[in-house]
């Protein structure tokens, strides 16, 4: 069903854009930024009611945030595409609450904050916004399109008060992400062009200017890089290439947990690196079996 609902998508914008190019380029950029909200259910809501809710609005859009713990030492946690805060119980729950105050929020578009849109230039803006208005932070977490924002913020703003990050499953550029939809929608090349250049007029600069490497090259702060040498979404390699480029980073490869990197090896990880404990002096880690990786999700 998800297959033939894909080809039907990616035929209506290769047809569109012969009789109607600007509305192909619009309605093909919307395909890559308008996120499926994942549902929070009851187990979810469960959890996520354990924290102290607040919210905030940058423009016009509500952000849903969480707090737990009183500590002296803040750290934030940052999702991916199309997850939500619940992702991180593992970790939230990891950390003693008298030494740490941690904040989670959902992204535009996901979990409970409002909005349907979601680009990196715009994760990076709340992301931004949050920090300051916080006063800074000890460190940030982040998995995925969240890490591939974070890192955008800290290009930005250089200033930005962030003590060290922790980068998991980062994808390496945002081109990979047209490349993985073309594919998937099984676009032309003429809607592809279109898609980009309605992308460089919404977002104004073209979608070749958003590589990790370009990010991770002027990052100062010390940080963590884990990523698993089978993930699809995020190739091992981009990985890699931020670590190359990012001086003061630490990187650890994992096998077996794909993108997700659902372990509590991996929590265990952050957390040490968090607390200045002893993270593991080899650059590579074994997962968990699919099993074992499942009752984590």
């Known amino acids: 069903m998800k297959q033939t609902i894909t080809k039907l998508i990616g035929g209506y914008l290769n047809t569109v854009a012969r009789v109607a190019p600007k509305t192909a380029g619009r309605h093909g950029f919307n395909v890559f ?14 959890f996520l009611d354990s924290a102290d809710k607040f919210s905030f609005k940058y423009s016009n859009t509500l952000i849903q945030g969480y707090r737990w713990g009183q500590g002296p030492k803040k750290v934030l946690f940052l999702h991916g595409w199309q997850s939500h805060s619940f992702r991180w119980k593992n ?14 929020i959902d992204a535009p578009g996901h979990g409970l904050s409002r909005g349907k849109f979601l680009t ?8 931004q916004q949050l920090i300051t208005s916080l006063g800074g932070v000890e460190a940030v977490v982040s998995h995925s399109i969240g890490a591939f924002s974070a890192m955008h913020a800290l290009y930005a703003n250089p200033a930005l008060p962030v003590g060290k990050l922790v980068v998991m499953a980062s994808p390496g550029d945002a081109m990979s992400f047209i490349d993985f939809y073309r594919n998937a929608l099984q676009l032309s090349e003429a809607t592809t062009l279109l898609t980009l250049n309605h992308f460089e007029t919404v977002i104004g600069k073209p979608v070749q200017y958003f590589t990790a490497t370009r990010f991770a090259e002027k ?9 698993d040498r089978e993930d699809k979404e995020a190739p091992y390699e981009a990985g890699v290439a931020i670590h190359k480029a990012w001086k003061g980073s630490k990187l650890i490869t994992t096998e077996g947990l ?8 991996v929590v265990a990880m952050v957390k040490n690196y968090l607390m200045d404990s002893e993270v593991p002096a080899e650059s590579e880690r074994k997962g968990k079996t699919a099993k074992e990786s499942k009752l984590l999700q």
């Open 33 to 46: 930024c308008y996120p499926y909200r994942a549902p929070i259910k009851p187990f979810h809501k469960e």
């Open 91 to 104: 970790y939230i729950q990891a950390l003693p609450k008298d030494e740490y105050t941690i904040y989670a």
């Open 120 to 127: 990196v230039t715009l994760y990076s803006a709340v992301i």
């Open 219 to 227: 990052l100062t702060l010390p940080g963590l890089i884990i990523h």
């Open 258 to 265: 794909a993108h997700n990197l659902k372990s509590p090896d």
